[in-house]
């Protein structure tokens, strides 16, 4: 038997290192693409999630305080985000808080309302009004996520909500990346 006839008759099993490693190669190269695109897209859900947990709230506040005959209050906090308080007080103005208000609150949100794992520019301290004859304080928000301070629309997704004075209607907008504008989602 020759060596060659010997190396056929063997039927060895198995792979060399060599097959090995370069699968493991292939896999993290794989991986280096893969990876980063799953982190962006979970950030961009971020963005989307508490963009309509905003919106959702405060039509939620709206059908409440109409239906109560009430109002209700909504705190930015410093946890970038933010919590609201429904009074059965009907309050008169957008603007300045009655102390009646306080004394009559029925519901509260125990939590942050927002993620935390997004950019939602609303000062610390500042309080929107929804009051039951359809008022409401002037306020748009912009919900996005920021590199070193700036907002990032490029290459996340950003929206943006303007509350109507007069009626509460809520506005909504996202940022288009191909026209470098805002565009009516609704």
């Not at 991986?31 to 963009?51: S, Y």
Request: a positive charge; aromatic letters at 12%.
């Amino acid at each position: 038997m020759t060596l060659k006839q010997h190396n056929l008759a063997r039927n060895d099993k198995g792979f060399t290192l060599l097959e090995l490693l370069v699968v493991i190669g292939l896999l993290l190269v794989l991986a280096g693409f893969i990876v980063p695109t799953i982190g962006d897209w979970r950030l961009n859900e971020n963005i989307n999630k508490d963009f309509n947990t905003l919106v959702s709230t405060i039509n939620y506040l709206k059908a409440k305080v109409r239906t109560i005959n009430g109002s209700a209050r909504i705190t930015c906090n410093a946890d970038n985000g933010f919590k609201y308080d429904v009074s059965s007080y009907r309050q008169k103005s957008t603007s300045i808080e009655d102390p009646n208000f306080v004394l009559r609150i029925i519901e509260s949100s125990k939590d942050n309302v927002m993620s935390g794992k997004t950019f939602f520019d609303c000062p610390s301290g500042q309080k929107i009004y929804i009051l039951a004859n359809g008022k409401a304080t002037s306020w748009d928000a912009e919900v996005n996520f920021k590199v070193s301070g700036v907002a990032d629309r490029d290459n996340y997704y950003a929206y943006k909500m303007i509350l109507n004075p007069s009626t509460s209607f809520v506005q909504q907008f996202k940022w288009s990346k191909s026209t470098d504008a805002w565009v009516d989602i609704r």
